[in-house]
Structure formats: structure tokens, C-alpha cells
């Protein structure tokens, strides 16, 4: 299927997990390339951060994602507010677990499927008949390299990812003719507070890391911060193109589950250990 452009730059956008990381860098970047931006985020704080950093109009909403209702409330909200038609829905908010399968507690598995998979479906389900109405734009769900390759104590995290990959890849043929895109963002590492919030009970590995130490130890490995992965994305969206990867470490995981299916993980350890040593030795310093 041909790809068709679709401009950003001073068309209106929505984008949720808006209070930090990609979502803030997101609505930075097109806020200052002149598009009105409808941000969400249940954080109240973070979000009113980000408001006050935008140069142009901005409609803010806080929003829990797994609630469906609120979902259709802004959605409703944003149709009133746009004096244009709406360029892009960037379902963005995310959260992370990090548990062996054994050592899991289904609430977090539980907390964190709702707000990274059911968020998404909740808005597309909420955003997807504005943009059809209007013929035009573009649904982009944000899934992750952990949608491509499983990785160990991250089970729930993947699961939700593989399945907002295939919701967002099954929605593509749908609308089909319709004028409408929808679009999956794979990030590879990116430095954002996602590690610091995630629900971790233990060290998963059983080395007696604090949450703190994991965090740090992700963060010195990412390679991608957020508004380099804004601009990365927006330039995917406005290229048509279907599947977009953020960063270097994005493409080694393509190329390496695609060229072995079932044996990427040897490679991929290995990276990341030598990625790891190599930071430990920088902080060393």
C-alpha cells in the first residue's frame, strides 16, 4: 500500500502520557511548529508543566486512559475545541512492571495491562470516528521494542505491547480506503522517569538491587532521550509511514528477531551487558 504524507506542523494533535517523557516531547515539538495540541495525563502536575512550555494553544485534560468514558468525554471535548481537522491521535501513556512469571502479582500485571494496552484501545475507540468523519489523520499507539522481542522479567510489559503491535497492525487493514492511518511507534531505550515509576516488589534477578539501582541501571543504557524519539515520530507520522523505530537499539532488535526468531536473545544479552559495562566504567570515571 502507497504511503501518503500527512503534514503535522500547525494541524491540531492529541497526545496522552502528555506530563513527561516522549508525550511532553511530542507536544514541545508540535506546539512549536505552531499546532494547537490537546494534551492528558493523570498526572495533574506533570501535565501543567508541560502546558506552560508550549508556545500556542493547548486544551488540557486530566485523564485516567483506562477509563473508557473519560476517553469518549475528551474525545467530545476536543471535537468542540478543534477549528481545524485533527491531524494525529498519539496514544502514548505507559507504565512498567519488571517480575519473573513466577514471582508476579497479578494486580500490577493487571494495573499496568490496563493503562499500556486497554488505554490504547480505549483511545482509538474514543478518537477513531472523528477521524473518520473528517476522512484524514492518523492513530498512533505506542508499543515498544519489548512488541518485538519477549525479555525476561518483563512479561506483563511485553504482552501488552505485543498486543497493542497487533491492535494497531489489524486496525491499519480496516481502515483501508478510508483516508485514515493507524500507526506503530517501537522505542528502543528512551531517557524517561518510566523505569523510576514502575512497580518493581524485588530485584527480579535476585541480586539485591533497589528499584532506585534498576533504574539507574536502564538509564545508563538508553540511547534515545524523548525529544529526539518526538522528532523521530513526527517525522515517521508525516512520511505515511506504518511502523516507526526510535532509536539504533530499535533496529538491532528488528534485524535480530527477524533473522533469528527464537535464538535473538543470546545476541541481545550480550549487548546489553557490554552496553552496561561500558557505563558503569563512564560513571566510574
Request: aromatic residues 6%.
Amino acid at each position: 500500500m502507497p504511503r501518503t504524507s500527512r503534514p503535522l506542523s500547525g494541524h491540531p494533535v492529541m497526545i496522552t502520557g502528555a506530563a513527561s517523557g516522549i508525550g511532553r516531547g511530542l507536544a514541545r515539538l508540535l506546539s512549536g511548529r505552531g499546532s494547537p495540541v490537546a494534551i492528558a495525563d493523570i498526572d495533574a502536575d506533570g501535565l501543567k508543566q508541560t502546558a506552560a512550555s508550549l508556545t500556542g494553544p493547548v486544551l488540557t485534560r486530566v485523564l485516567d486512559v483506562r477509563d473508557a468514558a473519560e476517553q469518549v468525554a475528551f474525545a467530545d471535548e476536543v471535537r468542540e475545541w478543534l477549528t481545524a481537522p485533527l491531524a494525529a491521535v498519539f496514544n502514548n501513556a505507559g507504565v512498567a512492571v519488571a517480575s519473573s512469571v513466577i514471582d508476579s502479582v497479578p494486580a500490577d500485571d493487571e494495573w499496568l495491562r490496563q493503562i499500556n494496552f486497554d488505554g490504547v484501545v480505549n483511545g482509538t475507540r474514543a478518537f477513531l470516528p472523528i477521524l473518520v468523519e473528517q476522512g484524514s489523520g492518523a492513530i498512533v499507539n505506542t508499543s515498544s521494542v519489548y512488541g518485538l522481542a519477549g525479555m525476561p522479567y518483563q512479561s506483563a510489559y511485553c504482552a501488552a505491547k505485543f498486543a497493542v503491535r497487533g491492535f494497531t497492525e489489524a486496525l491499519r487493514q480496516e481502515l483501508r480506503g478510508t483516508g485514515v492511518s493507524a500507526v506503530t511507534v517501537h522505542p528502543g531505550g528512551i531517557t524517561t522517569n518510566i523505569a523510576r515509576n514502575a512497580r518493581i516488589r524485588k530485584d527480579p534477578e535476585g541480586r539485591g538491587r533497589t528499584k532506585d539501582q534498576l533504574a539507574d541501571e536502564f538509564e545508563a543504557i538508553t540511547m534515545t532521550s524523548p525529544d529526539k524519539a518526538a522528532e523521530i515520530i513526527c517525522r515517521g507520522v508525516e512520511k505515511g509511514k506504518a511502523r516507526i523505530l526510535v532509536g539504533p537499539d530499535a533496529y538491532l532488535f528488528d534485524i535480530l528477531t527477524r533473522v533469528s526468531p527464537t535464538h535473538y536473545f543470546d545476541v541481545l544479552a550480550f549487548v546489553m551487558e557490554r552496553a552496561r559495562g561500558r557505563a558503569a566504567k563512564g560513571t566510574s570515571k
